[in-house]
């Protein structure tokens, strides 16, 4: 894939006690999914670290969700509670260098809630999509 | 071991500013544990430099690497290769690997990419504090393991001051008062006895007071 083909998709690391299965579902279900959503099956969203999402960014994604457990519901405890604080820094950093921070995101489903994670992708990418990516990035 | 952080990504790229290849070193010791210079902050300095450069003109390309330790030559070697195919290095090390860099690699600009905070120790996971000062004439055999060069605000030797409030230096409730603990050590250890000695002045001259410092072993001098 091309980086100006990845440029509009939007890459969603899902973890696979709990995100995952809401995706995987929605898509199998026919729900109103964006199309550009491609997934990457973490074992825990807490392992998903600072270099993985700006590899991403940089390979030219447009938006990076990463997808953990609701609060409290993590199996290995503290997984989604330090996802939400990496990503709440690495927008920081994002901040620091011009670079939209809304482009990436945090958010939580339960394996059953297809529904849910179907939303927050559509609104995610919507979101994107309304913003002219490449002039937020050059301004 | 050492304490870092990182320089704001505003100043790295003032400092790299007309150079068009970067090579990003970090360290795999001190700065590697304190997740101010290993291999992954290595990977996230590179990737912004990298994504704050996608909206420019310039060209700039920008190469990772991480040795063992930045400062020691033989590993500062491991980068022979790499540096002849760039116009200038941004160190993820403390100080002394910055330097060793820039001595190893006299043609190529070195910058630090750090700001190096001192010689202390992880508090709890993601919070590190300055234990020693490096004076250069250790009296922890005299303040029951705990430092007062470093930890006391004052650096006193016979304290505590008149600021000790409930265990708390003046400077900062959240502080622990250096002397309260050292009396608190000591008398755990049944040495209480130990704080009626006066501690004469300190000589600076071993600290930094007395110049640049230099450690020699004689045996093993080559
Ligand atoms: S007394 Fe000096 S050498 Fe010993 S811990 Fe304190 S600053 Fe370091
Ligand atoms: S309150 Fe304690 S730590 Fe603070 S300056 Fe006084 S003696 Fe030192």
């Not at chain 1, 994604?61 to 457990?69: D, E």
């Not at chain 1, 849910?116 to 999509?129: N, Q, S, V, W």
Request: aromatic letters at 4%; glycine letters at 8%; a negative charge.
């Amino acid at each position: 894939m091309t980086t100006g083909e990845l440029r509009t998709s939007v890459i969603a690391f899902c973890c696979e006690n709990s995100a995952l299965q809401a995706v995987e579902d929605a898509r199998h279900f026919g729900m109103t999914m964006p199309e550009c959503v491609q997934t990457i099956r973490v074992p825990c969203a807490g392992k998903v670290e600072e270099d993985h999402i700006l590899k991403a960014l940089e390979s030219g994604a447009a938006g990076v969700v990463l997808f953990a457990c609701h609060t409290e519901n993590c199996q290995y405890l503290q997984g989604n509670v330090r996802a939400e604080k990496r990503l709440t820094r690495l927008r920081g950093l994002l901040d620091e260098i011009g670079y939209p921070a809304d482009a990436v995101l945090y958010a939580s489903a339960a394996p059953a809630e297809a529904a849910r994670a179907a939303r927050i992708l559509r609104t995610f990418a919507d979101d994107l999509a309304s913003v002219d990516r490449e002039e937020a990035i050059e301004q | 071991m050492i304490v870092a952080e990182r320089k704001a990504i505003s100043d790295i790229l003032q400092m790299i500013e007309g150079a068009g290849r970067v090579l990003v070193v970090g360290c795999g010791t001190c700065v590697t544990v304190c997740l101010a210079g290993g291999e992954k902050e290595v990977a996230v300095c590179a990737s912004l430099l990298r994504l704050q450069n996608q909206g420019e003109d310039r060209d700039l390309t920008v190469a990772e690497a991480t040795i063992e330790r930045q400062c020691e030559w033989e590993f500062a070697r491991e980068l022979d290769e790499l540096v002849p195919d760039c116009d200038a290095i941004v160190s993820l090390a403390c100080g002394a690997g910055v330097q060793t860099l820039a001595a190893q690699f006299e043609d190529t600009p070195v910058f630090p990419g750090l700001n190096t905070q001192f010689i202390g120790i992880p508090e709890e996971q993601g919070v590190w504090t300055e234990h020693c000062l490096a004076c250069g004439e250790c009296v922890l055999d005299k303040t029951g393991g705990i430092c007062p060069i470093a930890r006391c605000a004052k650096t006193i030797l016979n304290g505590p001051c008149g600021g000790s409030q409930d265990g708390k230096c003046e400077i900062n409730p959240e502080t622990d008062c250096a002397w309260q603990l050292i009396f608190d050590r000591l008398k755990r250890l049944g040495r209480l006895h130990m704080l009626e000695e006066i501690e004469p002045p300190k000589n600076w001259s071993h600290s930094s007071d007395g110049g640049p410092r230099k450690v020699k072993r004689e045996d093993m001098i080559l």
